[in-house]
């Protein structure tokens, strides 16, 4: 199949210069008419924040049907109207200039504007032609978990009883779904354990491969409380983070080693007897051969492994050890790796070997990273998940689904596959055409080169955006979505908390709510009757009763109780249940009730480095950035505070590569090469290099990262892969904005 | 007014969100008045947020030919009265603080009134409201103090002035007075570079500081 894709020329995104003259990203800074303070506020909408998995809430003032401002919600418990700058800029998206407006085909290599009926036409018409000649499954379907549940139910369904593909997955595969597939293996249930207010009640708290600081902002109000009652924290990360450097512990670890890491500690916790034997009799399977795998892990192994120093896994094991309280919480950075699930569950079993789990201060969780990354892994568009996170491979799940949307069970489509090797199947000619909302694969997913051949070989790509993101230039039919504040939902926070999105403006000029665009094409389609939905608390009712005995379990959650009770947590199966915050006060949910240890051993990176790649590189966010950055690289202000991705490099490994602070040099990996400023500081490992992901084509560090997914989430490894440094002389360097910019606010005024 | 603002920089995250929310305050609509800075980026994440301290006597009013800055009946240094303003820039000058900045465009300096318009409703400042991690918190000293591990400072000693100010900043450690004297404190950094090294000078020109106006 290489020859569909190797005519070099005729790519789909021909004109380039024109889509970023008429679709951005431009900048923009200002609210609707400006900064003006005489205006007359007609309505104040409380809802949350679009971006990541705290979910803040936020009051919208509304004037003459515009978003022009924010007012803090302080009465939403959870943030008590804090935000961080991407929720203090959020609404500046919806009347920015770059918005898409109306539906656009692609003709001769130009996007031109079309009407919905133009555009409904052609993609059912290109729909059913491809389904006709290669079948049903030549269709993908790839989603996204920043939109609401509503959505993402409605996505998974799409797939299944419209479109009648296997082929769906979401961007959470880029996200959590490791530390998913963990908390499945062990617990039985995918969930954050407990709520954040258990957080100040633990007297230690491991924090693994999260920075706090920069991804959950305002998750640092409950750190810093636990602080002020006089708690500790123990930071595994390999760069001195905000986080780190605030904490009283840190393990610098080299990426890709927690396994030795979280072995070490719970071996020093085995050798000074701080196990809770009673728990691990009473609750929990395994235990033994864990305990056996982490004897080889004497703190001077683990520490020879990961080059954190022994003394500092034994302290951290004595001091979680010994605590009466504690929690485990950790984030992307031990979940995106090859080894990812590994990693997760070499932590929870400290958490099970303790018994620090299931009451108050006593606890464990992953901080879900995308606004509605725990939503959206529930309700039934993960490749293998029908909703409530009931499995698409087990009888009895499929035929409840099947009896609750009257399809006949046969019609319903078996697992698919996850969305790098929904890629691959692109590539090989397996699905030919795509239909993607919220997300943007030329910046997201790993290794863009080979994205890139995936989107150019599409006989058929439709897009579902708000704004023109890189990925969907390469679409042949872009359709105008909306915005979070013009569509009303609920989300998931990543306490396992739902609370709900409120409409407070109409999507501008012809764009729609998008899952009226979903359910046009369902009903042109002819798959209608499966679709017939008139409101979007009619999804939220059919999803409530096809969740209604799975795991994630909404139907006793209306939108009058989250409203009373400032959210719900899931599982909430009845209507006189007001939710369940904490999980495991008395059984997991394995059919036994009990949790399960699983012996990990250390295996690292798929690529470790050798003399030709000797650096470790590794990538992650910035605070200024939501994901692929297709909202925010849009608002001037976050954009002015972190212009473009720098490569941080230690003084120790710049002196030796003479590189100075600030100048540009190229980094290769296998897969391809970038060029980025040098940031030089002592936060980062001598031995490892560090790039924000947020930004595309030449910016891009997922043109270097490693696609190698792990054998069971089926996450990519954007953690670790090994890349070098080349300098590069001025007369080479690509002509990307002027001078280097955004490590204080300070600099980025001097340029001006 | 018996709220006043505490200043946290062991919390500061860096990550500005007052900075953008300083922006929707009513009197100086899009403009922010708080900085947030790097202390040394390439040693460390540490950051330190700077809102006006609100000096019992201000220097910045004490300088200002015009009388154009007032402290209202609150302890609350108020930006320069328009009609009265100068720009002069001795207050942007003079502030032991580096708080004040000119605003060429309107031809005004102007500078953090701790959010008069919310405070006089009994609302928060916009920076105190979002702030993350407690960084910058308003509320009363009793409110404030005795829930934190670091101590309430009010004094500054630049040299021979002595500086007691309404806004404190929480510091680990239990000094009545934060003494600050510049002499030779950056000498340490001058003249690190390697012979030899190339210089980075030719691509990367350096423009007029203009950092104090926007």
Known sequence: ?752 | MQETMFIDPQRCIGCRSCVAACRECSTHKGYSMIFVDYIDRAETTATMPTVCMHCKEPTCALVCPADAIKMNEDGVVMSALKPRCLDCRNCVNACPFGVPKYNSAMHLQMKCDMCYDRTSEGLKPMCASVCPTGAISFGTYEQIVPLRRTKPVNAHVFGNQRVETKVYLMLPTDEKEVVVDGCGVFEGHVGLAEPGNESWIDTQVEETDSSNEF
């Open chain 1, 1 to 752: 199949m290489a020859n569909r894709y190797s005519l070099k020329n005729m790519s789909k995104v021909q004109n380039l210069d024109k889509i970023l003259e008429e679709f951005g990203p431009h900048l923009h800074d200002a609210p609707y008419e400006g900064w003006r303070s005489d205006r007359v506020i007609d309505k104040v909408v409380p809802t949350h924040c679009p971006y990541c998995g705290v979910q803040c809430g936020m009051n919208l003032l509304v004037s003459k049907g515009h978003l022009v401002g924010f007012e803090p919600r302080y009465d939403f418990p959870v943030n008590e109207g804090r935000l961080c700058p991407k929720g203090v800029t959020a609404y500046l998206q919806t009347h920015h200039p770059d918005r898409l407006t109306h539906p656009l085909i692609k003709r001769n290599g130009n996007f031109e504007r079309a009407s919905w009926d133009e555009a409904f036409d052609l993609i059912v018409r290109k729909f059913s032609e491809l389904q006709d000649k290669y079948g049903k499954d030549s269709i993908g379907v790839y989603s996204g978990s920043s939109l609401t549940t509503e959505k993402t139910y409605l996505m998974g369904k799409f797939a299944r009883a419209g479109l009648g593909t296997r082929y769906v997955d979401y961007n959470g595969r880029l996200c959590m779904v490791s530390a998913a597939a963990g908390n499945n293996k062990a617990f039985g249930i995918d969930r954050a354990a407990n709520p954040w207010t258990d957080i100040p009640l633990a007297e230690v708290l491991i924090i693994a491969g999260a920075n706090c600081a920069e991804t959950f902002p305002v998750l640092n109000k409950f750190l810093w409380q636990q602080r002020d009652n006089g708690g500790v924290w123990i930071v595994i990360d390999p760069r001195e983070t905000a986080t780190a450097r605030q904490g009283d512990l840190h393990l610098q670890l080299k990426p890709g080693t927690d396994v030795a890491v979280a072995n070490g500690i719970l071996h020093v916790i085995v050798k000074e007897g701080l196990v809770d034997e009673s728990f691990i009799a009473a609750r929990t399977n395994g235990w033994e051969d864990t305990k056996a795998a982490v004897e080889r892990y004497t703190p001077d192994v683990a520490s020879q492994i990961s080059g954190v120093p022994a003394e500092k896994i034994v302290q951290a094991g004595l001091l979680y050890g010994r605590a009466k309280t504690g929690m485990i919480m950790h984030a992307r950075g031990i979940e995106h790796h090859t080894n990812g699930v590994n990693n997760v569950l070499s932590y929870i079993n400290i958490v099970l070997a303790t018994g620090k789990i299931g009451s108050p201060g006593r606890g464990y969780g992953t901080i879900t990273g995308q606004g509605n990354g725990q939503g959206g892994r529930e309700m039934g568009q993960k490749a293998d998940q029908l909703p409530g996170q009931r499995s698409i491979t087990n009888p009895e799940h499929r035929k409840y689904v099947c009896d609750v949307w009257g399809l006949p069970e046969e019609e319903l489509p078996q697992a698919g596959v996850s969305v790098v090797e929904m890629f691959q199947k692109m590539r090989e000619g397996e699905i030919r055409g795509l239909l993607s909302i919220c997300n943007n694969v030329m910046v997201s997913l790993p290794d863009t080169n080979d994205v890139r051949r995936s989107l150019e070989g599409l006989d058929f790509y439709v897009c579902i955006d708000f704004f023109m993101s890189e990925g969907s230039r390469y679409a042949d039919v872009v359709l105008p979505g909306s915005a979070w504040s013009e569509d009303e939902g609920v989300t998931c926070n990543s306490e396992g908390r739902v609370v709900r999105i409120n409409k407070a403006n109409e999507p501008p000029g012809e764009a729609r709510e998008d899952w009226r665009i979903i359910q046009e094409i369902a009903e042109r389609m002819d798959r209608g009757k499966y679709f017939g939905f008139s409101n979007v608390g009619e999804i939220f009712d059919e999803m409530r009763v096809a969740s209604k005995g799975g795991n994630a379990d909404y139907y006793g959650i209306t939108y009058d109780k989250i409203n009373r009770q400032n959210g719900v947590f899931w599982p909430c199966p009845s209507d006189d249940s007001k939710g369940t915050p904490r999980l495991f006060e008395d059984r997991f949910y394995h059919p036994d009730g009990k949790a399960k240890f699983h012996a990990v051993e250390y295996v690292g990176a798929d690529e470790k480095p050798d003399d030709e790649f000797p650096i470790i590189l590794t990538s992650g966010r910035v605070v200024y950035q939501y994901l692929s950055g297709n909202q925010t690289r849009r608002i001037g202000f976050l954009v002015q505070q972190c212009p473009e991705p720098y490569v941080e490099i230690h003084p120790e490994l710049a002196a030796k590569l003479k590189i100075n602070d600030g100048e540009r040099v190229k980094v290769v990996s296998r897969r391809g090469e970038g060029v980025f400023p040098a940031l030089i500081v002592r936060t980062i490992r001598p031995d490892t290099i560090f790039i924000p992901y947020h930004w595309g084509e030449q910016l891009a560090v997922n043109q270097l990262t490693n696609p190698k997914l792990d054998p069971i989430s089926k996450i990519p490894e954007f953690k670790a892969c090994a890349a070098r440094i080349e300098k590069i002389h001025g007369r080479e360097l690509p002509i990307l904005g002027k001078g280097r910019k955004g490590t204080s606010l300070s600099e980025v005024q001097k340029g001006k």
